[in-house]
């Protein structure tokens, strides 16, 4: 049977939905920032103000999910197939998302005919971005395992990396596991500090349509739509490739996996999806997204070690960015590419995609290793997505995290904790979540 605090269905008043208020603050940035534009930048503040809200509890969530989730579920050897699982998922869907950008790079061909200078192009514009991309080409496979180990257990939280809070927690909660019934109280504690977070996330989210209306003003009053007119092909380019990933690819999975229609999915997540799309960033959502896959179904256990690793290693629409960019870039400034170079493209591709998530400029500093890699591209052709990247952003940040929703449910699928029948209802609107007046659900999967 199912247990959860999830309220019934019910009709309130359209100003009191977090969607709907979330809308509103998106629509009146977009005014702001057309008829007050120097006005609208000013109130950049009020993001930076949310975002850093959530990401003050993300590391504590995250630690407390994931240690409860395996002290809870008795069985190491589960917790490291729910692992496995997810790794191979995650390789495997990267791949496919590379050659989905490689392949709509060669069919649309978005860069031909702008017959870029290279020499015209500003070499200073990425000297930002050099040095974060020397450190992640430069370090290899090994520097990058002991990147994810942290120097101290408080370093972790004090630098909210997820990954390192991810593994100390992972080590922490298997040790509880095995130490058993003496530590019984350890674990008590720790489930108590969760519902403590995410009583405090309720708060936070609150002011969620603050964050969309500060995020949005800024945006549109500093870069206004004239900056999206020279590169209009890659944006668009991008954001129907998401789109196609999102409905064919992820979609099918979705329904052959779990059962589940990705339409009712994406709804499910609306308010996540909106305030994603006006931060272009994902890590505001990060506790809002776990706190709803449980709600619908899916055990804490998969749902902690699922999407916190995700995170970093399945970057679905940011790997269809990084061949879409690369063969772009080739395209713009008439690089011929031989079938050897794509291949290395993609093989580099494979590598340099993974890890780098939270190093500021990810994208270009990522680009720019993938580049520095494939000796036949000018390095220098970056120049030309800086002025694009928060829309192609916006996109990014989207897919990365609807792909992470989506492996989430699917690995659940395959384990056998998944509550479909309670999916199905949640996804259909007859139980609904309330994210700023819940506690944490328990939801067991079904037997």
């Known amino acids: 049977m199912t247990s959860a605090t999830i309220a019934a269905a019910r009709r309130a ?3 009191k939905s977090l969607f709907a208020q979330v809308v509103a603050g998106l629509v009146l940035g977009i005014a702001l920032g057309v ?20 990401s003050m509890i993300v590391a504590p969530i995250v630690f407390c999910v994931v240690v409860h989730g395996i002290a809870g ?12 699982k997810a790794l191979i998922y995650f390789e495997v ?8 950008g490689l392949i709509l790079a060669y069919v649309i061909r978005p860069g031909v005919g702008m017959n870029i200078n290279t020499a015209s192009l500003d070499a200073n514009a990425l000297s930002a971005y050099a040095e974060n991309a020397h450190k992640l080409q430069g370090g290899g496979f090994g520097a990058f395992i002991l990147n994810i180990i942290p120097s101290t257990s408080f370093d972790a939280f004090a630098r909210n990396d997820v990954l390192e809070v991810l593994f100390f927690a992972i080590v922490f909660g298997v040790s509880l596991a095995l130490v058993g019934e003496p530590a019984k109280q350890v674990a008590e ?16 989210v609150r002011l969620a349509p603050l964050g969309v209306l500060g995020a949005v003003a800024y945006t549109v009053g500093k870069y206004g739509v004239r900056s999206l007119e020279e590169l209009a092909s890659l944006v668009v380019v991008f954001w129907i490739a998401v789109a196609l990933f999102v409905v064919l690819v992820l ?5 052959l996996a779990a059962g589940l229609n990705i339409f009712r999915f994406l709804a499910y997540f609306r308010e996540e999806l909106t305030i994603v799309l006006a931060t272009a960033s994902s890590d505001a959502v990060l506790p809002q997204i776990m706190r709803k896959l449980e709600a619908m179904g899916v055990r804490p256990e998969v749902v902690g070690l699922v999407v916190p690793t995700g995170y970093s290693f399945n970057l679905d629409a940011f790997s269809i960015y ?11 400034t008439n690089t011929p590419l031989s079938f050897g170079d794509l291949m290395l493209i993609l093989g580099i591709s494979l590598i340099t995609s993974k890890g780098a998530h939270g190093m500021p400029g990810s994208a270009i500093v990522i680009l720019a290793a993938t580049l520095n890699a494939v000796p036949a591209i000018p390095t220098i052709g970056l120049v030309l997505l800086l002025s694009i990247d928060w829309f192609v952003g916006m996109a990014r940040a989207l897919g990365n995290l609807i792909g992470n929703c989506v492996a989430t449910v699917v690995i659940a699928a395959w384990e056998d904790d998944l509550d479909a029948p309670l999916a199905r209802r949640v996804l259909a609107g007859d139980v609904t979540v309330d994210l700023t007046t819940d506690s944490l659900p328990a939801v067991q999967a079904a037997e």
């Open 322 to 332: 990084l061949t879409l960019a690369t063969v772009f870039i080739a395209q713009a």
């Open 93 to 100: 869907m990267t791949t496919v998302a590379l050659a989905v």
């Open 189 to 204: 504690l720790v489930d108590a500090t969760s519902k403590v977070l995410f009583r405090a996330m309720g708060l936070i």
């Open 13 to 15: 008043p359209l100003y």
């Open 73 to 84: 579920a008795g069985d190491l050897k589960k917790v490291g197939r729910v692992g496995g």
């Open 35 to 54: 008829l007050a534009p120097e006005f609208a930048v000013g109130l950049k503040f009020f993001s930076d103000a949310f975002l850093k809200l959530i």
């Open 251 to 255: 979609g099918t999975v979705l329904k």
